[in-house]
């Protein structure tokens, strides 16, 4: 599988019908996904690897994961509604793939997660709508895994790196993206909104 057979099967998946916008329910667009997944996938971190999916919404990052090779994916969602979406992801992408692919659910708040995972995906909350909301999914990630790719709004690049700096980690990749947010919410006022966002992959020191 190549980046752009990920990204066809990524486009299949289904959305989470119901968002939240406290939540920040925003989903990531299927092309951004697989340049993101493919990148990790080629610094050896997808492969044979555990995974967990943060915040995984309809769990596009961890299917993604489970599609190029990881040997197993937690999917964590404090929404019900998420989790159920990211189960019937996993079946139809299983179905796809010809095999069964490696999945456990948690309906937790990220923080209240107790697993490992060697590498943590996640695009979470930027923090809009309820402060300091992406610091604890960052603090929670680099507590699980040695390895980190997270998205934040590239304004809020010092702040990422100073947050990994103090936990022991070191930002070893950046990817930049003009983020599509679609019309979800009634305060929408465009169709698409395009926010300038950055993929850190954040590594243990």
Not at 55 to 70: N, T, Y
Not at 95 to 124: E, H, I, M, S
Request: hydrophobic share 45%; aromatic share 10%.
């Amino acid at each position: 599988m190549n980046q752009k057979q990920l990204a066809v099967m990524l486009s299949g998946l289904a959305p989470v019908k119901e968002r939240s916008a406290k939540l920040e329910q925003y989903p990531t667009d299927s092309e951004i996904a697989a340049e993101v997944l493919w990148n990790a996938f080629l610094q050896g971190d997808i492969e044979g690897r555990a995974v967990a999916d943060f915040g995984c919404g309809s769990g596009i990052l961890g299917v993604g994961a489970l599609l190029l090779g990881a040997e197993k994916a937690a999917f964590i969602d404090i929404d019900s509604k998420s989790i159920e979406t990211a189960k019937e992801n996993v079946k139809s992408a299983s179905k796809a793939a010809g095999k069964k692919l490696n999945a456990d659910f948690f309906n937790v708040d990220v923080t209240d997660f107790k697993g490992g995972a060697d590498v943590v995906l996640q695009n979470p909350p930027f923090g809009t709508k309820q402060e300091h909301a992406d610091k604890a999914f960052l603090l929670k990630a680099m507590e699980t895994a040695g390895v980190v790719y997270s998205f934040h709004k590239a304004s809020t690049e010092k702040f990422v790196n100073s947050v990994a700096k103090d936990n022991g980690f070191q930002a070893a990749g950046r990817w930049l993206f003009r983020f599509p947010i679609r019309q979800s919410f009634r305060f929408h006022t465009k169709k698409v909104f395009y926010a300038d966002v950055g993929c850190y992959r954040l590594v243990k020191e």
